[in-house]
């Protein structure tokens, strides 16, 4: 079964499953954060052409009235093959570097209903070449950080150093766009925790990248993730 169908069908078994209705009265703010797998829709020569990926994002956002509301999205998009610095391969197509969008976004949610449907604009990003550098702070010394603290253990005792990441010497970013449509359920009427499914579509045109040779390309990618929301 290829990459489209499975996307296709694992969209189509979430949004058969009806969700409790939601509080059309509610306002605030929300946290959420998802993960799944990418495709990377791009043609060669553009970089991750073709490739699969693993896909994450958070998102921070505020609901102006129970339907409406504005947010920002993080997200990144890394694939699980070729190789992340240039030149790092026999030809260009091995090239495969992640991809990260920071982007504005409003989102509309139906009244009495789960579903989630989002637009925005912002920045996507790709780097050419990086270093590991052993102290640097990482995603996972985050998510460790916020697991503690959700814990109410003692941060006293956490270094404040990081515990290793790759970062980035020279990238390259171009205006992008994203739109996603999702549908949640909560986790129990009374808790303000909600977990549901996102097809979400990334796209933004570069230009080329002189330094290394590279031409103007088209990046365009399709994501499907589990989210989770505190509402």
Known sequence: MNKKKWLLLAWI???SVPAFPQD????????GAGLGMGSVKSSAPAPSAGRDALAASVDLGYRFTPQWGLGFEYGGLIPVDGCADWPC???????AP???????????????????????VGASRFCQSRHWSATAWSIGDTLGLLLTAA?????????VSGSGSWRC?????????????????PIAREHPVS???????EAADFGPTRAIGLPAFQHRALML???VSIN
Do not use: C, I, N, Q
């Open 89 to 95: 391969g026999d030809t260009p197509a091995a090239f």
């Open 169 to 185: 010497d020279a990238h390259m970013k171009a205006l992008g766009g994203m739109v996603s449509v999702g549908y949640d359920w």
């Open 151 to 159: 814990l109410d253990d003692d941060l006293a005792d956490e270094t």
């Open 225 to 227: 993730s589990l989210h």
């Open 195 to 201: 977990l549901g499914l996102r097809l979400s579509a």
């Open 24 to 31: 059309g009265d509610s306002r605030g703010w929300w946290l």
């Open 13 to 15: 078994a979430a949004v």
């Open 98 to 120: 992640r991809f990260t969008r920071l982007m504005v976004f409003s989102e509309f949610r139906p009244r009495d209903s789960g579903w989630r449907f989002r637009a925005g």
